[in-house]
C-alpha cells in the first residue's frame, strides 16, 4: 500500500524528506513550491528552488503557484485527488480551501518544540535564546501560524556551540524520517492528535537585516549564542578599521573565553573580545567577498593586534 501524496516545500531542508516520502513507495502526486527566484551574479537568471530540482531529478509535476487566491489554482489543487499534503517549509500561507483538499488534510514539519518557536526562523530563534533543546515535530495544519495539534516529535538536544547551520542539518534528516513515519501511522490508521499546550508560546519571527550586528555591550553568553544563531547565514557581523578603512567581518563561530576590558576591545592577540560581561574567542570569520577562515589564517591575512576595537 502506499499514500497519494501532494508534496509541498521549497529549500534544502525539505529536500530530504521528498526523497524519504519517495524511498518509501508513496505515489507523489505532485510538487508545490515557490517560483524561481533572479539569482545569479547579477540577478539576471531565474534560479528554480532546491525542491523544484529535486522534483524534476525524480520525474515529479511541479506547481509554482504565487498564492492559491485564484479558484482554478485551489481546483488544480483538488484535482489531484491526493490522500494527504505533506507541507516542508514551503514558505506560503495555505488557505482553507487547500488545507481541506486532500482526503486527510496537510501535515507539516516543523523545526521546534512546539509551541514553542511557531513561525518562520525556530532553528536560529532557539539557539539565539540559549536553547539547550528542540526537535521536529509532525502536526497537522490548521488555519492558524503552526497552532494545529501535534502527530509526531522527535528531540535533540542543543550543544554548547552548535550553530544553526549544523542544528539545520540535523533537524533536516530526522524530520524526513519522521514526517516518513508519520505517513506509514496515517496510511494504517494510527496517528492520534494532540492538541498543543496553550502555554509557552513564543513566535520565531523572521530574522532582519538589521539583528545582524553584533552588539559587544551584551553578555558574552549572549553574544556567543547570537552569532551562533545566524551561523553560516546570514552570519552575525562586526567593523574594524584596518589600514584606517573600515572593513565589516563575518564570525561564523566563536567560544567563550576569559578575558576583561571595554565591550568590542581585542584583549589578545588571538581574538578574545572583550563583552559586557565576560568575553568570546572568534575562531572562524570571513571578510566581505573572502572566504570562511579558521582564526589563525585569518590573521595571517588581516593583523588584528590586541587593544583593536571592534563595532
Known amino acids: 500500500m502506499s499514500l497519494r501524496i501532494i508534496f509541498m516545500g521549497t529549500p534544502e531542508f525539505s529536500v530530504p524528506t521528498l526523497r524519504a516520502l519517495v524511498d518509501a513507495g508513496h505515489t507523489i502526486l505532485a510538487v508545490y513550491t515557490q517560483p524561481p527566484r533572479p539569482g545569479g551574479r547579477r540577478g539576471l537568471d531565474l534560479q528554480k528552488s532546491a525542491v523544484h530540482q529535486a522534483a524534476e531529478l525524480l520525474g515529479i509535476p511541479v506547481f509554482t ?4 487566491k485564484d479558484p482554478e489554482e485551489r481546483e488544480r489543487f483538488k484535482a489531484h485527488d491526493a490522500d494527504v499534503a505533506v507541507v516542508v517549509a514551503y514558505g506560503l500561507l495555505l488557505p482553507e480551501a487547500i488545507l481541506t483538499g486532500t482526503r486527510h488534510g496537510c501535515y507539516n514539519g516543523h523545526a521546534s518544540l512546539l509551541p514553542r518557536w511557531r513561525g518562520a526562523a ?21 488555519k492558524g501560524l503552526d497552532t494545529g495539534p501535534v502527530a509526531l516529535t522527535s528531540e535533540v538536544e542543543i550543544g554548547a556551540n552548535t550553530t544553526a547551520g549544523e542544528l539545520h542539518d540535523k533537524l ?14 496515517l496510511e494504517v490508521g494510527d496517528l492520534p492528535l494532540t492538541p498543543q499546550p496553550s502555554e509557552g508560546v513564543l513566535y520565531a519571527a523572521k530574522i532582519d537585516k538589521g539583528e545582524t550586528r553584533i552588539d559587544f555591550s551584551r553578555d558574552a553568553v549572549e553574544v556567543h549564542n547570537h552569532i551562533r544563531g545566524l551561523a553560516p547565514f546570514p552570519g552575525a557581523w562586526f567593523e574594524v578599521a584596518v589600514a584606517g578603512k573600515p572593513e565589516r567581518v563575518k564570525v561564523l563561530a566563536c567560544e567563550l573565553a576569559q578575558g576583561s576590558g571595554s565591550p568590542g576591545e581585542l584583549v589578545t592577540d588571538d581574538l578574545v573580545v572583550a563583552c559586557g560581561t565576560g568575553a568570546v574567542r572568534l575562531t ?16 595571517r591575512g588581516t593583523p588584528l593586534a590586541s587593544g583593536s576595537r571592534l563595532s
Open 65 to 68: 503557484p504565487l498564492n492559491f
Open 122 to 142: 525556530p532553528i536560529q530563534r532557539a539557539i539565539m535564546a540559549g536553547d539547550e533543546k528542540t526537535g521536529m515535530m509532525v502536526m497537522k495544519m490548521d
Open 172 to 185: 533536516m534528516h530526522l524530520g524526513a524520517k519522521l514526517m516518513a513515519e508519520a505517513m506509514v501511522k
Open 284 to 299: 572562524r570569520l570571513q571578510k566581505a567577498g573572502g572566504k570562511p577562515l579558521p582564526a589563525p589564517d585569518f590573521l
